[in-house]
C-alpha cells in the first residue's frame, strides 16, 4: 500500500548536514521519530512506509547546480562575461587602462592601472561606468569600486 507525501522533507536526515565526518547515523531527534512511527507501524509494514516516505533521491546534475550555486557560479559567469566584452562596454581607451577584477553581489571591483588614472576614474568616469554597468548586466551590478593595481580582495570561505 502506497501513502501519499504530504512533504519530500518528512523522513530526510538533515539535523547533521552540516556536519563533517562519518556521521551517518540519524539525530537523537531523528531517532525518536522513526522509532515512534516503527513502533505504531509495526514491523510488517515499517521498511515499505519508510521508503515511500524518504525524499528521492536527487540526480548528479542537481547535486552540481546546487553546489555551483553555493560557490558563486552566477558572479564568476558574470565576471567573465565583462572580462569579455570589457572594451566594448567602457570604451576601447578606457579598457587599456582598466579592467574588471571580482564581483562580489552586486558590486564591481575594478582594477586600475596606475594612481593617475585611478584619480580620473574614481572623480570623472565613476557616475558615467555606474550606468554604462548597470544597463550592460540589467541592474545585477549596481556600485562598482576602483581599486589599484595589485589589490586583492579577501577571501571567502
Same mark, same amino acid.
Given at each position: 500500500?502506497k501513502t501519499?507525501?504530504?512533504?519530500?522533507?518528512?523522513?530526510?536526515?538533515?539535523?547533521?548536514?552540516?556536519?563533517?565526518?562519518?556521521?551517518?547515523?540519524?539525530?537523537?531527534?531523528?531517532?525518536?521519530r522513526e522509532?515512534?512511527?516503527?513502533?505504531?507501524?509495526?514491523?510488517?509494514?515499517?521498511?515499505?512506509?519508510?521508503?515511500?516516505?524518504?525524499?528521492?533521491?536527487?540526480?548528479?546534475?542537481?547535486?552540481?547546480?546546487?553546489?555551483?550555486?553555493?560557490?558563486?557560479?552566477?558572479?564568476m559567469l558574470?565576471?567573465?562575461?565583462?572580462?569579455?566584452?570589457?572594451?566594448?562596454?567602457?570604451?576601447?581607451?578606457?579598457?587599456?587602462?582598466?579592467?574588471?577584477?571580482?564581483?562580489?553581489?552586486?558590486?564591481?571591483?575594478?582594477?586600475?592601472?596606475?594612481?593617475?588614472?585611478? #584619480?580620473?576614474?574614481?572623480?570623472?568616469?565613476?557616475?558615467?561606468?555606474?550606468?554604462?554597468?548597470?544597463? #550592460?548586466?540589467?541592474?545585477?551590478?549596481?556600485?562598482?569600486?576602483?581599486?589599484?593595481?595589485? #589589490?586583492?580582495?579577501?577571501?571567502?570561505?
Open positions: 500500500m501519499d507525501k504530504k512533504s519530500e522533507q518528512w523522513l530526510t536526515r538533515d539535523d547533521r548536514r552540516r556536519s563533517v565526518g562519518g556521521l551517518d547515523r540519524p539525530s537523537f531527534r531523528e531517532w525518536r522509532n515512534a512511527l516503527a513502533s505504531w507501524l509495526g514491523d510488517e509494514r515499517r521498511a515499505e512506509v519508510f521508503a515511500d516516505l524518504r525524499p528521492e533521491p536527487r540526480s548528479m546534475g542537481e547535486l552540481v547546480s546546487e553546489a555551483m550555486a553555493a560557490v558563486g557560479k552566477n558572479d558574470l565576471l567573465a562575461d565583462l572580462r569579455e566584452h570589457w572594451a566594448d562596454i567602457v570604451g576601447a581607451d578606457n579598457a587599456t587602462q582598466s579592467s574588471p577584477l571580482s564581483v562580489d553581489g552586486v558590486t564591481l571591483r575594478i582594477e586600475i592601472s596606475s594612481p593617475t588614472w585611478f #584619480y580620473v576614474f574614481e572623480h570623472q568616469h565613476k557616475a558615467r561606468f555606474n550606468q554604462l554597468l548597470t544597463d #550592460y548586466t540589467g541592474g545585477v551590478i549596481t556600485r562598482i569600486q576602483f581599486v589599484p593595481r595589485g #589589490y586583492r580582495p579577501p577571501r571567502r570561505f
